[in-house]
């Protein structure tokens, strides 16, 4: 990294991590000093796309916002294409994506997500359009992740479902907090009594977290050693977060 615009943006990445996901950011460190500049530029470009479509800075209107996503991603394809990019975040994940032979076309689908949440209201209302989603949104960074840690690409989509446990476990913890922004992710739900605050989820879906949870195995066997204490601390959390999620009151 002799570029000291590359430098800094990877510095601002690592600094965005540490700030909004402290969990991921501990997970991050037990990584290899080598890999870990390249995960702090990945989740600087997810976040920067979340921001786009749910930060207090936000473009006013839905289309605005598609647009912004459209000019987010045409800069980072811009970037891949000639090999650097000026961007101050995207900098660090164009640097990566060469250095560390990235899938970065991966990000195409996870954009696909977040345009989804363009329009504000979200209904998913089957198994695959929730599974689309996920595959978007969480899947394919782990996809990206997966020679971060040293998961051969034969393995790689052990390393898939297990983002998308993640992303599960998460729509399951916030589902109250998502409904208040007119947002349902998990088919099934029943709104009405969400709204009374009775149990509404569909129990299967819990159940199908812990399943998704079972492709940590997988990926703790396949990765680096230096990757596993990261990996479970992640697993460890998330685990506790569907045993609350369990005791909560919003499934049945």
Known sequence: ???????????????????????????????????????????????????????PDRPPTAQDRR???????????????TGHSDHPVIAALVDAGV?????LSELGVYMDSMRVDCDGRVRLRTRQELDRYMDGSAAAVGRIMAPLIGVRSE??????????????????RDVREDFAMDRVYLPGVDEDALAAGRRAVPAEELHRA???????????????????????????????????????????
């Open 1 to 55: 990294m002799h570029d000291a615009h590359v430098r800094e943006s990877y510095a601002r990445c690592r600094a965005v991590q540490r700030r909004h996901d402290p969990t991921f950011h501990v997970a991050t460190q037990a990584l290899g000093r080598d890999v870990r500049p390249a995960v702090h530029a990945l989740y600087g470009f997810v976040r920067g796309a979340d921001e786009i479509v749910d930060g």
């Open 67 to 81: 647009e912004a996503l459209d000019a987010w991603q045409a800069t980072l394809e811009d970037g891949l294409a």
């Open 99 to 103: 250095r560390h032979r990235l899938p």
């Open 155 to 172: 393995r790689r989509e052990d390393v898939a479902r297990l983002g998308t446990a993640f992303q599960l476990t998460n729509f399951l």
């Open 210 to 252: 812990r399943e998704l949870f079972g492709s940590a195995r997988a990926v703790l066997s396949a990765c680096t050693p230096r990757a596993r204490p990261g990996i479970a601390f992640a697993c460890g959390v998330y685990r506790l977060v569907l045993r609350r999620v369990e005791h909560s009151g919003v499934v049945g």
